[in-house]
Structure formats: C-alpha cells, structure tokens
C-alpha cells in the first residue's frame, strides 16, 4: 500500500511490535544515508567538472551562444529519439 498521509504511517507504525519498529528506524537511516551519499557525489562530481572547465581556460560564452548550444542539444536528443522509435 503507499500512503502519502504522514498520520497513517505513523499509526501503522504504533502497530509494530518493537523489533519491527527498529528494523523501519534502520531502513528510515539507511535511506537517509544513502541520499546524502548521492548528494555529496553529485556535489563533487559537479566540483571536479567545473574545475576541468575552469582549467581550459575559455573565453565565457554570451547568453546567445548558450542558447544556440542547448538548442542543437535539443535538436539532437529530438533525432536520436527519432531514430530510437523507428
């Protein structure tokens, strides 16, 4: 069953013997961890990116030349997939 009330979890919850309720207290701290293992990844895979493009040492992009790069982004994700439903 899933349920979005916070209310129903919890009675749900009041229901458990106590080992169980440990057991969700152990999965609640995985998920948790696990999402801020995702996050702090993400971060430094952003950080080490940003580097590499800081250490090329290229002249910034206008605001036009960032739309003209994200449309022929666009343009070919569009023909891939295209070509992915043929």
């Keep these: 069953m899933n349920t979005r009330d916070p209310q129903a979890l919890i009675e749900k919850l009041k229901s458990l013997p106590p080992e169980q309720i440990a057991e969700v207290e152990d999965f609640v701290d995985f998920l948790r961890t696990r999402e801020e293992a995702a996050r702090d990844t993400a971060a430094q895979r952003l ?16 605001e036009d030349e960032v739309q003209a790069e994200v449309d022929a982004a666009r343009r070919e994700r569009r023909e891939r997939l295209g070509a992915d439903r043929r």
């Design 47 to 62: 950080g080490e990116a940003m580097a590499r493009l800081s250490a090329l040492d290229l002249p910034s992009m206008s």
